[in-house]
């Protein structure tokens, strides 16, 4: 009696889908953004304006308050509600990913691998006739490695973000207490490196757990600056004013101020790790937290603070933050609110860095997939969102680089020249991206490619002509940091990229030389006029899981012209041949040693490696069993261990085997 067969496998699959929810599921996912993506811009109003007009300085007019609130207004509604919220973020890879990267890839998608390939071993490579086909981004292929570099340069500036926003949210946030009790302002970089080291280890919980926390905070403190934005409006309405656009154009011809702008962009700061962390969240969520919350209590905040502005002028210049807070001085509100604005400064400037942290391990997934980076060990946080990760490696680098920030630029001024410089720059990156990608891949009418580009790209490139005058003051940093690891990530993928067209030209289908007996010689010639000619493609058997250390085949087997019923499967006890790469020399006979190896399959594709080859032409023996592995990891968190092995047979050489190991992103792996 034959022992029960096993079902098959489900089909898993590796590609990555983009998060898919609603109802509740999304009502708790948006506010779980809060925490993360929003932090950073939400923090923007505690020195925005200070940021226009120093605290050393005069108090400004009405109408340069009333012009200065409303280039706020307007370049919150320009640049983060219209251009990533409502555009962008239709631009996203189909997993789900956001950030420059993403949209490189948009244009130039990679190749599709199919496990069956990778358990083929009798098959030809089919890298050239993959890398043949046409594609709709074909026209840009010229301009690939041009377009590559800029793109990394953009995401290379989104790391060094990485590095300054915390150097720049942590010391703000120093500083507010400083206010509180002066005798602070001396210790403001040791207490910074604290705050940080501390930031830095909760970064091991993961998002899922570090937006639960931080949202709550997060959503009250957005509600305190509604609130107290309502309450300052109504000690000077006209400030609505703000809304006319006329008022930001009066603004800068009267103050000729170009510099201003550069004050100004702090507004939108944060807005880049908004379609950054899209693979930690989902477009609707994303959209939903911004434009029916943040983005209004924002506007009020900052209207608010225009309001005061104009009606307490030098009295409110020292921080225009905390001494706009309603309520008479000394009063039980003014304590209240105080209290909290301090606590909630601390850790929401905190908070801030969370969104720029976590973009980086976005970015740095993508680029690891796609072998611009080194294999770098990955964390998966989340039992439901693939794309929220956690890099060990990277975290502490991003600690030490933002601890070297704090400690090299002491003054908070210097830190913002800094900061404001890369975030411009990588706007005007992802603009420029985006155009491109509308006209090649989503097919969009020229003029609409065009006219984005125009219109967005002359407010980036605003935004960006002012900060670069910021260079000799604090902005070569984030200029140093991305150039140096744009050169290290296009040199790698260069490499890596000339490492995989030599596998796969190199690839060598496991029959083309193995041979059997000396009876086969006929077979040889074959094989040999195969190499240099017309190569045939065939379908893997695959196996079935049996109890017991049976293992059935099913499906056809390899293609071979010459191999009839009787001979389709080579008993054990035959001799196998090597056959050499020159016809010249003589064939090697191979011992079958009674064992078993795993071979690693490290690059996806039919065939084996070519490095199998060479080990026997060094060490020409067999172990009984030879196994291919691959190792994939599919878009469910849990694949059960029964269900992790699909197995293809060579039956025309005996012991040869083509495997893949699926994983569940959450289980876990150890290659030894």
């Known amino acids: 009696m034959s022992p029960p067969e096993k079902t098959l496998p489900p089909a898993y699959s590796t590609e990555r889908t983009a998060v898919a929810v609603g109802g509740t599921a999304l009502l708790a996912l948006t506010f779980q953004s809060l925490g993360i993506i929003y932090s950073d811009i939400g923090t923007s109003p505690l020195y925005v304006l200070n940021g226009i007009w120093p605290a050393s300085g005069p108090a400004p007019s009405k109408e340069d308050v009333i012009g200065g609130v409303s280039a706020i207004v307007w370049s919150l509604t320009l ?44 098959c030809d490579s089919a890298f050239m006739r993959a890398h043949s086909a046409r594609s709709s981004s074909e026209k840009l292929a010229p301009v690939k490695w041009p377009l590559l570099a800029w793109t990394l340069f953009g995401t290379a500036l989104s790391i060094a973000d990485g590095i300054l926003t915390p150097a720049v949210s942590v010391t703000s946030a120093v500083g507010g207490i400083a206010i509180a009790k002066p005798s602070v302002i001396h210790s403001i970089v040791p207490i910074s490196i604290a705050f940080l080291i501390a930031l830095f280890g909760a970064q091991r919980f993961g998002v899922h757990r570090l937006g639960l926390t931080f949202a709550p905070l997060t959503l009250l403190w957005l509600l305190l600056l509604g609130g107290t934005g309502i309450y300052n409006i109504s000690r000077y309405p006209g400030i609505f004013r703000a809304f006319d656009p006329s008022r930001l154009v009066l603004f800068f011809v009267r103050t000729k101020q170009y510099d201003y702008l550069a004050g100004i962009l702090l507004a939108v700061t944060g807005c880049e790790a908004i379609f950054a962390n899209l693979g930690q969240f989902n477009k609707l969520s994303i959209r939903l937290g911004f434009s029916f919350f943040v983005y209004p209590m924002l506007v009020l905040a900052y209207l608010g603070q225009g309001a005061r502005l104009i009606t307490d002028g030098d009295a409110v210049m020292a921080n225009i933050f905390y001494s706009t807070i309603p309520g008479p001085v000394g009063g039980p509100l003014y304590w209240i609110v105080y209290v909290f604005a301090i606590l909630a400064t601390v850790l929401l400037q905190l908070i801030a860095s969370q969104a720029m942290i976590t973009a980086c391990f976005s970015l740095i997934q993508q680029l690891v997939g796609l072998r611009s980076l080194p294999p770098l060990r990955m964390i998966y946080t989340s039992e439901t969102i693939q794309g929220q990760v956690y890099f060990p490696v990277v975290n502490y680098l991003l600690m030490i680089g933002t601890i070297i920030m704090v400690v090299v630029f002491k003054d908070l001024a210097k830190l913002t020249n800094a900061y404001g410089f890369a975030v411009s720059t990588v706007m005007f990156i992802t603009t420029s991206l985006v155009a491109l990608q509308a006209y090649y891949t989503k097919h969009l009418p020229l003029v609409v490619a065009v006219g984005f580009f125009l219109i967005f790209g002359f407010f980036d490139g605003l935004f960006w002509g002012a900060s670069l005058r910021k260079v000799p003051h604090g902005a070569w940093v984030p200029l140093m940091i991305g150039f140096v690891l744009m050169l290290g990530m296009f040199f790698w993928t260069w490499g890596k990229g000339l490492e995989d067209h030599f596998d796969g030209m190199n690839r060598k289908n496991l029959r083309h030389f193995i041979v059997v007996d000396d009876t086969d010689s006929s077979r040889e010639k074959k094989m040999r006029k195969r190499i240099t000619s017309t190569q045939a493609s065939s379908k893997p058997a695959t196996l079935t899981y049996v109890a017991g250390d049976t293992i059935k085949s099913q499906g056809e087997d390899d293609e071979v012209e010459e191999d009839d019923d009787t001979e389709t499967s080579i008993k054990a006890h035959h001799t196998l041949y090597l056959v050499p790469e020159e016809p010249s020399q003589p064939r090697r006979q191979l011992a079958r040693l009674p064992t078993c190896a795993v071979f690693h399959k490290l690059t996806s594709g039919r065939g084996v490696p070519h490095t199998f080859y060479g080990f026997l032409r060094q060490w020409p023996s067999l172990p009984r069993v030879v196994i291919f592995l691959s190792v994939k990891t599919m878009n469910v968190n849990r694949i059960p261990v029964e269900e992790r092995y699909n197995v293809s047979k060579v039956r025309t050489l005996q012991g040869f085997y083509g495997v893949t190991y699926a994983l569940g992103f959450r289980d876990d792996f150890n290659m030894d």
Do not use: N
């Not at 993403?102 to 199919?114: K, T």
């Open 79 to 122: 640049v983060p509600l219209i251009k990533y919220i409502i555009i962008v973020l239709q631009f996203g890879t189909g997993e789900g990913e956001g950030g420059t990267f993403a949209l490189f890839r948009g244009l130039f998608p990679p190749e599709e691998q199919s496990d069956d390939d990778d358990r083929a071993l009798t």
